[in-house]
Nanobody, 121 residues
């Protein structure tokens, strides 16, 4: 059973930055495609970014491309999401997920508990 724990969320002004972390335990993290999803109030959960097992490939949703960067450190069983130029519409609960399906945008079976990101205007 894989456990995922996110951290790093918070309240930030528009234009600011946050870095989310996701620590994995109980599985073979280094072999999984991993990703970030988010869910805003009243909306469905949506794909944000995904990364291959060795970080050679990354995929981004159009609405975050050029602002967010996904990365990972397999030695630390940790994945990151650096979020810059944040906008109020980025406000959501951000979830860590894996292992992603081969298309990188379809979620896998394991979810973290989520971390709240709030961007004020």
């Amino acid at each position: 059973q894989v456990q995922l724990v996110e951290s790093g969320g918070g309240l930030v002004q528009a234009g600011g930055s946050l870095k989310l972390s996701c620590v994995a335990s109980g599985g073979t993290f280094s072999t999984y495609r991993m990703g970030w999803f988010r869910q805003a109030p009243g909306k469905e959960r949506e794909f944000v970014a995904g990364i291959s097992s060795r970080a050679s490939t990354a995929r981004y949703a159009v609405f975050v491309k050029g602002r967010f960067v996904i990365s990972r450190d397999n030695a630390k069983n940790t994945m990151y999401l650096q979020m810059d130029s944040l906008r109020p519409e980025d406000t959501a609960v951000y979830y860590c997920n894996g292992p992603l399906r081969a298309d990188y945008t379809t979620n896998g079976d394991y979810w973290g508990q989520g971390t709240q990101v709030t961007v004020s205007s």
